[in-house]
C-alpha cells in the first residue's frame, strides 16, 4: 500500500506537463493580444484616413491584404490555445485517474491513464503545429509591410 505522500508525488507527474501547458498559453495569449491590437491600429489606419484618397493609394490593399492575414493568425492561435487547454483537461484526467488506480487496486486503469496521457501529448503536439504555422504566416505579414511601397 502507498503511503499518501507516494500517491500524490504519483499524480502529480502529470503536473509537470500541464505546468508546461500554461507557460505555452501564456505565450498564445500574448500573441493573440498582440495580432488583435495590430488589426485594430490598421484599422483605425484605413477609417481615418480619407476614404478616396485611400481607396486608391496601394497602401488601402495593403491594409486589407494585411488584415485578412491577421484574421487567419488568430484562428491559428485559438486552435494553438484551445488544443493546450484540452491537453491541461486531458492531463488532469491522468492525474485523477492515477489517483483512483492506486487507492482501488483492483480496479485496473493503467492503460485508460496512458491513453488520457497520451492524448494529452497530441493536443500539446498539435498546439505547437498550431504555433508554428502562426509564426510563419506572422513573418508573411511583416514581408507584406516591408514591402508595401507608401
Known amino acids: 500500500m502507498n503511503t499518501a505522500a507516494e500517491l500524490i508525488q504519483i ?25 488583435v491590437n495590430r ?3 490598421l484599422k483605425e ?3 481615418s484616413s480619407d476614404h478616396q484618397e485611400l481607396s486608391q493609394s496601394p497602401r488601402h490593399g495593403s491594409i486589407d491584404l494585411q488584415v485578412n492575414k491577421l484574421f487567419y493568425r488568430i484562428s491559428l492561435i485559438r486552435n494553438a ?7 491541461v483537461a486531458l492531463f488532469i484526467i491522468s492525474s485523477v ?4 488506480n492506486k487507492i482501488n487496486s483492483p480496479i485496473e486503469l493503467n492503460a ?9 501529448m497530441a493536443c500539446v503536439l498539435a498546439g505547437i503545429l498550431f504555433a ?3 509564426v510563419w504566416k506572422g513573418y508573411k505579414i511583416v514581408k507584406i509591410e516591408i514591402e508595401d511601397p507608401s
Open 45 to 47: 489606419e484605413k477609417r
Open 11 to 35: 499524480m502529480l507527474a502529470p503536473g509537470i506537463m500541464i505546468s508546461a501547458c500554461g507557460l505555452l498559453l501564456l505565450g498564445m495569449n500574448n500573441k493573440y493580444s498582440l495580432v
Open 39 to 41: 488589426i485594430r491600429l
Open 81 to 87: 490555445v484551445f488544443s493546450y487547454s484540452v491537453a
Open 112 to 120: 485508460l491513464v496512458i491513453g488520457f496521457f497520451l492524448m494529452g
Open 132 to 134: 508554428a504555422v502562426e
Open 97 to 100: 485517474l492515477i489517483g483512483l
